[in-house]
């Protein structure tokens, strides 16, 4: 078969590969005779990977414009839909580490059909609910949304171990066409949602999205190839010496901190538009696109660049614009009152900020665990990534919204945001020193 990609690339995979085989790596000889021989395959995997997973970020977006209205209406508090709400990043945090684990076990193939099942099938079983109220209402929703969390985590988890089984040396390029078609994906949901509710009520969002899911299931079945990992390259004792690692906790924690970022303002940033501006809900849907736009664009535009430049620089300065953004968008008590142009644009630049610190973070985790612990193969690395990865963004897709939603009851937006980039801040410092050690020699990787 012809390849599609240049012949020189996998047989420099090849010979990675085999060199990681001595080591303890965990790829065939037949399986690298398929690697090389299928290229055209594994470009088709990706691409139908990022459709699936654009479509998973969609029906987790469907939501917001008419979920709290109908939840509202059926007896649910508000207080209780943010808790449904958090349900599937809460999931996230828990089980994708755990399915990372066991992504050998359990294969990257059935781990991501499984999930593309179960999420949607949970978006099925959410459109029954039309018809119940009360107590039983709340406790399906959230059983529900349990089962989505869970599918959701598996999607996610295999996701980003296919980028790295499938295109080594290009792990930027692919992980940052994954943030794209997840922050399409988070774009398109609202106003998706929005509009098949004006059509059919509260089941059709649900039903399209969940029986598009389904749809897909046989062609991923067809399409996507078992690939063989040993089960004994991650053990519970050299996972926790990684995570041990400095250079890895900073890079976690500028994840969590990047995501929780932009989600911290979910509960408060509409309010403060606005009671402040006078916009009508239509244009505050609009200016929340601006930060998920600005995200996918330069996503788009720096993936090529985190193979072939440091990624560490891309996060600190991520971590810099998360910091002007937050200064300006209130902006800060002490600077000047609020003007709309002044915080549409300190919003784009949040945006990118959170662009830069996620979208390079995989490649740079990738780098800085290969030099320090050479005994693993690349795959074996692959594995824990890919659960550590999404993990780390749904703690703060997770833990932002609560903490926004409690600092709104004691402050106003400008305070809450002078404190988010006081944070910001410290993680500035924090992860500086960490990934620029003065003493110590560079932990990246040619």
């Given amino acids: 078969?012809?390849?599609?990609?240049?012949?020189?690339?996998?047989?420099?995979?090849?010979?990675?590969?085999?060199?990681?085989?001595?080591?303890?790596?965990?790829?065939?000889?037949?399986?690298?005779?398929?690697?090389?021989?299928?290229?055209?395959?594994n470009v088709t995997t990706f691409a139908l990977c990022l459709v699936v997973y654009l479509c998973c970020n969609l029906a987790l977006a469907l939501f917001p414009p008419f979920f709290p209205l109908e939840a509202a209406a059926k007896g649910a508090t508000s207080g209780i839909v943010g808790a449904i709400?958090?349900?599937?990043?809460?999931?996230?945090?828990i089980t994708s580490p755990i399915f990372g684990y066991y992504l050998p076990r359990l294969g990257v193939k059935f781990t991501f059909v499984?999930?593309?099942?179960?999420?949607?099938?949970?978006?099925?079983?959410?459109?029954?609910?039309?018809?119940?109220?009360?107590?039983?209402?709340?406790?399906?929703?959230?059983?529900?949304?349990?089962?989505?969390?869970?599918?959701?985590?598996?999607?996610?988890?295999?996701?980003?171990?296919?980028?790295?089984?499938?295109?080594?040396?290009?792990?930027g390029v692919a992980t940052g066409l994954l943030e794209v078609a997840a922050g399409l994906g988070f774009m398109a949901g609202p106003p998706v949602g929005g509009a098949l509710y004006e059509v059919g009520g509260f089941r059709l969002p649900f039903l399209v999205v969940g029986v598009t899911l389904l749809g897909i299931f046989p062609i991923l079945c067809i399409i996507i190839k078992p690939i063989g990992l040993k089960e004994d390259q991650l053990s519970i004792s050299i996972i926790l010496r990684v995570l041990k690692n400095f250079m890895i906790i900073s890079l976690?924690?500028?994840?969590?901190?990047?995501?929780?970022t932009l989600s911290f303002l979910v509960p408060i940033y509409s309010p403060f538009l606005y009671t402040q501006f006078d916009l009508s809900v239509y244009k505050i849907g609009l200016v929340s696109l601006i930060d998920a736009a600005t995200y996918v664009g330069l996503c788009l535009v720096t993936?090529?660049?985190?193979?072939?430049?440091?990624?560490?620089?891309?996060?600190?300065?991520?971590?810099?614009?998360?910091?002007?953004?937050?200064?300006?968008?209130?902006?800060?008590?002490?600077?000047?009152?609020?003007?709309?142009?002044?915080?549409?644009?300190?919003?784009?630049?949040?945006?990118a900020g959170v662009a830069l610190i996620i979208a390079p973070s995989y490649t740079a985790m990738m780098q800085a665990t290969r030099s320090q612990y050479p005994e693993l193969s690349t795959d074996a690395i692959a594995m824990f990534i890919s659960g550590v990865i999404p993990s780390a963004i749904s703690?703060?897709?997770?833990?932002?919204?609560?903490?926004?939603?409690?600092?709104?009851?004691?402050?106003?937006?400008?305070?809450?945001?002078?404190a988010l980039l006081m944070l910001l801040a410290t993680t500035f410092d924090t992860c500086y020193k960490i990934l620029y050690p003065k003493s110590q020699p560079s932990y990246a990787v040619d």
């Fill in 1 to 41: 078969m012809k390849s599609c990609v240049g012949k020189g690339e996998f047989e420099g995979e090849a010979k990675s590969t085999q060199h990681g085989s001595e080591r303890g790596g965990d790829i065939t000889e037949p399986l690298l005779k398929e690697r090389k021989e299928l290229s055209c395959r």
């Fill in 85 to 93: 709400a958090s349900t599937n990043p809460l999931c996230a945090v």
């Fill in 114 to 171: 499984a999930g593309i099942i179960l999420l949607g099938g949970s978006c099925v079983l959410f459109a029954t609910l039309q018809w119940l109220s009360g107590t039983i209402f709340i406790v399906f929703c959230f059983l529900f949304a349990l089962v989505g969390g869970v599918g959701s985590s598996m999607v996610q988890t295999s996701t980003y171990a296919l980028a790295g089984l499938l295109f080594h040396g290009n792990y």
């Fill in 303 to 351: 993936a090529p660049l985190y193979d072939r430049l440091p990624p560490r620089p891309f996060i600190i300065t991520g971590l810099v614009l998360c910091s002007l953004g937050c200064f300006l968008i209130g902006p800060a008590p002490y600077i000047g009152t609020p003007q709309l142009w002044l915080t549409l644009v300190a919003d784009g630049i949040l945006g």
């Fill in 252 to 260: 976690v924690l500028s994840a969590v901190i990047g995501t929780s």
């Fill in 395 to 418: 703690c703060g897709e997770f833990i932002g919204p609560l903490v926004g939603g409690a600092s709104k009851e004691a402050f106003n937006f400008e305070e809450c945001a002078s």
